[in-house]
């Protein structure tokens, strides 16, 4: 009798186990093909392969006492097929063997077994050992958790630590005393991508060389190991909580809110602030209103009910994923979590196509948030791809704000024509603009309204830079300038720049006023008061020391680590402007541009140059 199995008896050793009664004395054939995938999956650290050459070994020894023959048969496939053993490349030169030497074709998998039985072959299906997921217990990782934990973090050569506590008070301690070793912790990595990849309740996420991320019923397990990692380490997650929008402040007007129609909602907060889980709580509430609601999530590890279809990236781009959802119309999708530049283009271009829209963004602010969405999306859009903005803080709603254009003056100015579209958020519950968004002089600034951080960085400071800029450009000498309300400023000279600045019959310093609405006096150095600030001699530089480059057409500023952040540029801690660093870590500032002159004399000055987070 010839017995020829194919990789999936195999690697669950049932060959070796019917060799006492049902395969006994009989001749045994394993391809090639076989060993040449088990060997590719035990390189990839696969527990498969390794079980499967541990049954290759069973077969040699019982072959050793006689009590059945073994032969190894065909040839060994290249390294194109092995990779192509999903499509059945393996599968078929294994059923080519069996109906080749007339042998008995062994299998666990159902679709080989109809395929071969299609082909006229002989075959005995054996059933797989584990595929259902009730004979999956509990991984031996979920020991380490009780009720206060969030997470557990395994590393090989270090004590088992854990984040332990409510929502927004976590604190990262051990819970073990022992140090862990390599072993342990691959045991633990095995078990967890055996279970996931046997049970119907997980799956495996990512799966790279030093690097997998397994989603196993509440868990989300992400599993490092040499050379991604300098050691083995296994960090799973899993929610403390499960809650639903009741449980928040101003649910009942948020929900007034999302049913009324589709809208574009950021939920921020910093990390383990409860973010996602707010997230989660209204999709099941627009879900259970009647609303076709799906998620974007890389890794899929929201804890949503079942009529709500997890997607992840398509193909490894989000993009597919959202030109897929395009055509499934969903009224609501949850993006979980919205970082680069690509995932807010793709949020932004599913929101103008009609999709309510909830993205989980990290921000320390609320205010911060939204503006992540500055220099990503052009300015007057962002009212119509956003008009919520939550801010979660220790998983309560810590603020929420109201997000839409006007066309106006900004606030402190005065001159009617210096109308334009600005950007109003308003607090949700008081309806009182706390921030105004806008272009100024060619700059996008970001305003506050509200009394305590308008001190720091608000309209006076704007307005001293742009005044400092527009007599700059005029004077030969030092300018200073003093801000002495929202629409009045003094402006000191030398004596002999007098001139120059007013202009004949005071016409320059009219068309300054105008362009800025502001009123100015313009008086000479030595009618300064001593106790006024000075501009660069009294404040002091803070942020990165950089050094800018001039080329032909630009001023390339370098920053580091704030690519695609909002930042400030400073001379000697003065405030020059502020920008969105591009992807690739520069800002370029254009030659000729009012900001590049001011810029230009600053390095001239020697002044330091300094970038800082906005």
């Not at 393996?90 to 666990?108: C, G, K, M, P, Y």
């Not at 958790?145 to 395994?154: A, C």
């Not at 400071?461 to 003094?490: F, M």
């Amino acid at each position: 009798m010839n017995v020829l199995p194919d990789t999936s008896v195999v690697v669950d050793g049932r060959v070796s186990e019917r060799v006492a009664d049902e395969f006994a004395g009989a001749t045994v054939l394993i391809p090639e093909a076989v060993v040449a995938e088990l060997e590719a999956q035990a390189n990839r650290g696969e527990e498969s392969g390794w079980d499967g050459l541990s049954e290759l070994q069973r077969l040699a020894d019982l072959a050793d006492e006689d009590a059945i023959e073994l032969e190894y048969v065909g040839e060994r496939p290249d390294t194109d097929a092995v990779g192509a053993a999903k499509e059945g490349e393996i599968d078929a030169l294994i059923r080519e063997l069996a109906a080749e030497h007339d042998a008995t074709f062994v299998t666990s998998d159902a679709v080989q077994s109809e395929v071969a039985q299609a082909k006229g072959l002989s075959v005995e299906y054996i059933a797989p050992k584990t595929d259902e997921a009730d004979e999956i217990g509990r991984l031996g990782i979920e020991d380490y958790f009780d009720e206060q934990t969030m997470s557990v973090h395994l590393r090989a050569g270090a004590k088992p630590m854990a984040k332990k506590g409510d929502i927004g008070e976590m604190e990262y301690k051990p819970i073990g005393n022992e140090v862990m070793d390599d072993e342990t912790v691959k045991e633990y990595a095995n078990e967890i991508l055996e279970s996931a990849k046997r049970s119907n309740e997980g799956f495996v996420e990512l799966s790279e060389r030093g690097m997998d991320i397994v989603q196993f019923r509440d868990y989300r397990i992400a599993i490092a190991q040499p050379p991604f990692a300098d050691a083995w380490e296994i960090t799973a997650v899993r929610p403390i909580v499960k809650t639903s929008i009741e449980d928040y402040e101003f649910a009942d007007e948020l929900q007034d809110r999302l049913l009324d129609h589709q809208r574009g909602v950021l939920v921020s907060g910093a990390p383990g602030a409860g973010k996602s889980t707010f997230a989660q709580a209204v999709g099941e509430f627009l879900a259970d209103s009647g609303f076709a609601v799906k998620t974007m999530e890389k890794p899929r590890d929201l804890q949503v009910g079942p009529e709500i279809t997890q997607y992840t990236e398509l193909g490894g781009e989000m993009a597919k994923t959202a030109d897929s959802l395009l055509m499934v119309r969903p009224d609501y999708t949850i993006y979980d979590e919205v970082r680069k530049t690509d995932d807010f283009e793709v949020f932004a271009d599913m929101r103008l196509a009609g999709v309510g829209m909830i993205g989980v963004v990290h921000a320390t602010r609320a205010i911060d948030a939204l503006q992540r969405l500055v220099g990503r999306v052009e300015l007057g859009m962002i009212p119509q791809v956003v008009d919520t903005v939550v801010y979660i803080e220790a998983g309560q709603i810590a603020k929420v704000y109201d997000v839409s254009t006007q066309v106006k003056v900004p606030e402190g100015l005065m001159e009617e024509d210096l109308a334009r579209p600005v950007i109003q958020i308003k607090d949700f519950e008081t309806g009182k603009p706390e921030y105004e968004i806008y272009t100024f002089n060619r700059q996008v600034v970001t305003v506050p309204l509200t009394e305590g951080e308008q001190e720091e960085s608000g309209m006076s400071k704007l307005a001293r830079q742009e005044i400092e800029r527009e007599i700059q450009s005029v004077a030969r000498g030092p300018v200073d300038v003093n801000v002495e309300g929202q629409n009045r400023a003094t402006v000191y000279v030398s004596e002999d720049d007098i001139s120059y600045v007013i202009g004949k019959g005071g016409g320059r310093i009219d068309d300054i006023e105008n362009r800025l609405g502001i009123d100015i006096d313009v008086r000479t150095h030595a009618e300064k008061p001593d106790s006024m600030n000075t501009g660069s001699s009294a404040e002091q530089p803070r942020g990165a020391v950089v050094t800018p480059e001039i080329t032909k057409r630009h001023i390339v500023i370098p920053t580091e680590g704030h690519a695609g952040e909002t930042v400030e540029v400073q001379a000697d801690g003065e405030y020059l402007f502020t920008a969105t660093v591009g992807r690739g870590g520069d800002i370029q500032v254009s030659r000729g541009s009012a900001i590049a002159e001011e810029l230009e004399r600053a390095i001239d000055r020697e002044r330091a140059i300094t970038v800082t987070g906005a």
